[in-house]
Nanobody, 127 residues
Framework: VQLQASGGGLVQPGGSLRLSCAAS????????MGWFRQAPGKEREFVAFHRPRGSSTSYGNSVKGRFIISRDTAKNTVYLQMNSLKPEDTAIYYC?????????????????????WGQGTLVTVSS
């Protein structure tokens, strides 16, 4: 599985941005997908995940109510819609796929659950 993240850039506080993560592989639709972020000098942080069955989602406390994760199976792509952006959202954003058996019931907020990672896309929120 290869993941290609895109859509990052510079945005003003209060603005919106949509990140995309294009995945290769025929079994993409069966993998839980997650977004994480890492700010300078900080550990990688859970942002959101999407389970393929039932399309259940979950969000980190710092983005809950502002970010939305979604998936387009036909395009093999997962999205992260980011609204009401704040300077503290500035980070490199990574998408990830959990491909191991049983991943769908695992702790999808934990980075160790994921097997494949995209290269990251930089989001800068600044006026």
């Amino acid at each position: 599985v290869q993941l290609q993240a895109s859509g990052g850039g510079l945005v003003q506080p209060g603005g919106s941005l949509r990140l995309s993560c294009a995945a290769s592989g025929r079994t993409f639709s069966t993998y839980p997908m997650g977004w994480f972020r890492q700010a300078p000098g900080k550990e990688r942080e859970f942002v959101a995940f999407h389970r393929p069955r039932g399309s259940s989602t979950s969000y980190g406390n710092s983005v809950k109510g502002r970010f939305i994760i979604s998936r387009d199976t036909a395009k093999n792509t997962v999205y992260l819609q980011m609204n009401s952006l704040k300077p503290e959202d500035t980070a490199i954003y990574y998408c990830a796929a959990a491909a191991r058996p049983g991943a769908i019931t695992s702790a999808l907020w934990d980075i160790t659950t994921y097997d494949y990672w995209g290269q990251g896309t930089l989001v800068t929120v600044s006026s």
